[in-house]
């Protein structure tokens, strides 16, 4: 009998199961593998049946977008140019801050994130006003 080696593991290949590969091999006219024919198996505790579970779906995160709901500000692209005027593309995102303001129709706090621009807005024009402009109702808020 000779001995075969594979990932690491070495077993027995029956002189039987080489003559036959090598009798089919040539009057095939093809080599083929000396492991032709051999079962191989992990261990005796291998199991039959294999169950099929449901992909599971992937989740996205919940991740607050960088978006202002008063003014529809947004990150923008542009480029970060070198001394040798070599542009790569950088991202300038909206200066957004939580805040607590006082919304005199409810008569209570409500807590915003919202630009810096649209906290000028609102010191400007008053909080109905601007989110009323903007659609965002502040009942739910």
Same mark, same amino acid.
């Given at each position: ?34 492991? *032709? ?6 261990? *005796? ?97």
């Amino acid at each position: 009998m000779a001995t075969a080696t594979l990932l690491g593991s070495s077993f027995a290949i029956p002189a039987a199961a080489r003559r036959a590969s090598s009798s089919a091999s040539t009057s095939l006219g093809f080599a083929t593998s000396q492991l *032709a024919g051999l079962s191989l198996s992990a261990g *005796a505790a291998t199991p039959t049946a294999v169950a099929f579970l449901p992909k599971r779906q992937q989740l996205q995160p919940i991740v607050a977008r960088r978006v202002c709901p008063f003014t529809g500000k947004k990150t923008n692209r542009a480029n970060k140019v070198s001394f040798s005027n070599h542009k790569t593309k950088k991202q300038q995102f909206v200066n957004l801050q939580y805040k607590k303001l006082w919304w005199e129709a409810g008569k209570r706090f409500v807590k915003l994130r919202l630009s810096t621009k649209a906290l000028k807005t609102i010191e400007k024009h008053g909080l109905d006003a601007v989110a009323r402009k903007a659609g965002i109702d502040l009942n739910k808020k």
